[in-house]
């Protein structure tokens, strides 16, 4: 049996990759949305951030709009095994 309150993520999901997106979906919050790579490191600089999730998210591409912190997992590879850097 699963535990009820585990989040939903992808086969392949690390501890790691959790916690980043967690802290990436903290950061952000839930009023940002659809927004681009530019709007989204805007409003982590807004709270506490920390510094690995700036640096994730000045990873992201430009000129794309994200609708959720699930698309900018996606993006940054998180749960897929392979991490893009």
């Known amino acids: 049996m699963t535990d009820p309150h585990q989040p939903a993520t992808s086969p392949g999901t690390g501890q790691g990759d959790i916690e980043r997106r967690a802290a990436i979906a903290e ?3 839930k009023e940002v949305w659809p927004a681009d790579r530019d709007q989204l490191i805007a409003k ?3 709270g506490p951030a920390d510094d690995r999730v700036l640096s994730d998210l000045q990873r992201l591409p430009a000129g794309r709009q ?3 912190v699930q698309e900018v997992a996606e993006a940054l590879g998180l749960g897929t095994g392979q991490q893009r850097f």
Request: glycine fraction near 12%; charged fraction near 20%; charge should be negative.
């Open 44 to 46: 982590a600089q807004e």
């Open 27 to 29: 950061a952000l919050g």
């Open 66 to 68: 994200f609708e959720n």
